[in-house]
Nanobody
Framework: QVQLVESGGGSVQPGGSLKLSCAAS????????MGWYRQAPGKQRELVAA???????NYADSVKGRFTISRDNAKNLVYLQMNSLKPEDTAVYYC???????????WGQGTQVTVSS
């Protein structure tokens, strides 16, 4: 059983920063891609940033230059550093992991990020 647990969400003023963490646990867990998605009220869930097992990253256009995804393979941790936050970044942020087999996709429970003055 693989579990993803997010942490680091909260409330921040526009222009502020937050760092989200995603801890993956489970026996013999290996992944091809891990990513952060977000879902705002009334909107579809969207990709924010992803990191592949080889280290390649990609970002949504709306967060390029402001957000950075990184990982700690030894600890099975993935981070999302969010800078220069805007009110439109307000959403529930979810961590997702795609198994190396390509068969399984795992989701965390989500963490709320609110950007408001």
């Amino acid at each position: 059983q693989v579990q993803l647990v997010e942490s680091g969400g909260g409330s921040v003023q526009p222009g502020g920063s937050l760092k989200l963490s995603c801890a993956a646990s489970g026996s013999r867990f290996s992944w091809s891609k891990m990513g952060w998605y977000r879902q705002a009220p009334g909107k579809q869930r969207e990709l924010v940033a992803a990191i592949y097992s080889g280290g390649t990253t990609n970002y949504a256009d709306s967060v390029k230059g402001r957000f950075t995804i990184s990982r700690d393979n030894a600890k099975n941790l993935v981070y999302l550093q969010m800078n220069s936050l805007k009110p439109e970044d307000t959403a529930v942020y979810y961590c997702r992991a795609d198994s190396s087999s390509g068969i399984y996709v795992y989701w965390g429970q989500g963490t709320q990020v609110t950007v408001s003055s």
